[in-house]
């Protein structure tokens, strides 16, 4: 059976060996950060475990290693690491065409089957993947395939996926580890209340009672908090806590599923606007050497604030049908 556990702990392997590289490379810092988050990763279930049990010690050191991550990324430096040569990339391009897309393509793909057909697939009576986030383990899946998907298509050694890996790793550096991080800043602001502030601020300030200005507190509270957290995933539980579940919901009716998806589709247009989403506006940048490093974002924002609009339209039209 298949759990994400075992897809942790081959990131994990991942993870160290990156670590180790930079380690030989002397990037002490970059080894230190990356063999810590390789620990954490291989080290949770038994640290969730333990906490059950009621020993805390495990959770205090966890706690302990990412305080020290804070720290090791202060010392971070984007260094340049050797790559193929720019006229064996291209003639590389040219030769594989749009083959290149079809390990992009199987990530989705995949993953949606796996989320859809996973739950029926059992072996023997047992099933093939096991209790958990469906969800997670479909994309944990789909990015394994991928992968080899990649090393068919280049015709590249396996090690190749490692080399490229790891330096897209040390290129992204600590911005990598936004997207968990601020995904559980959000379950940790949802957890402390921050939702139900929300609700009561927002209960003060527009008529709670229009289903209008409900739609609008939720759609543009989610680029707001979005923009100011860098991810939707952040900004999602605090937003539907404290006004998507007892405004929309609870008392105008609105349909759950169509008001969430469309809720987070509305918070990426924050994502587009925004310098805190660093791995998606930041490090692309970086990485074409633009000289403006907000030039991405100026490129997003005549595309975000139309999607934005037509999300609230969509939002007020079909949640309440």
């Not at 720019?86 to 089957?113: C, D, K, M, N």
């Not at 997207?179 to 527009?206: C, E």
Request: aromatic content about 8%; glycine content about 8%.
């Amino acid at each position: 059976m298949l759990s994400i556990e075992h897809f942790y702990a081959l990131l994990a392997l991942f993870l160290l060996y990156a670590g180790l590289r930079n380690l030989r490379e002397r990037r002490y810092a970059h080894a230190a950060f990356w063999t810590l988050i390789a620990v954490l990763f291989a080290a949770g279930r038994p640290v969730l475990d333990a906490a059950k049990a009621g020993d805390k010690l495990p959770a205090q050191w966890a706690g302990a290693a990412v305080i020290a991550l804070a720290l090791l990324a202060t010392r971070m430096r984007r260094e340049h690491i050797e790559e193929a040569p720019e006229a064996q990339r291209l003639a590389s391009a040219l030769r594989l065409g749009h083959r290149l897309f079809v390990p992009a393509l199987i990530i989705p793909v995949v993953t949606v089957l796996i989320v859809l057909l996973g739950p029926k697939i059992a072996i023997g009576g047992t099933r093939l993947f096991g209790e958990g986030s469906i969800t997670l383990i479909g994309l944990a899946m789909a990015c394994v395939l991928a992968t080899f998907a990649a090393i068919a298509v280049t015709r590249e050694r396996p090690v190749a996926a490692l080399g490229e890996g790891r330096r897209l790793l040390d290129t992204m550096g600590w911005a990598a580890l936004l997207p968990i991080v601020l995904a559980t800043l959000g379950g940790v602001f949802a957890a402390s209340g921050v939702g139900d502030a929300v609700a009561s601020i927002v209960s003060m300030l527009i008529p709670a009672d229009s289903r209008l200005a409900c739609v609008l507190a939720y759609g543009l509270g989610m680029v707001l908090f979005t923009v100011i957290m860098g991810n939707a995933f952040a900004a999602f539980p605090v937003m539907t806590a404290g006004i998507g579940l007892p405004l929309l919901v609870q008392e105008h009716g609105a349909a759950p599923a169509i008001l969430g998806s469309i809720g987070m589709l509305t918070g990426y247009c924050g994502t587009l606007m925004t310098p805190m989403a660093a791995n998606f506006n930041l490090v692309p940048a970086a990485l074409l050497e633009l000289d403006d490093p907000n030039a991405v974002i100026r490129a997003q924002l005549p595309t975000a604030i139309p999607l934005l609009l037509v999300n609230l339209a969509l939002m007020y039209w079909l949640a309440f049908r």
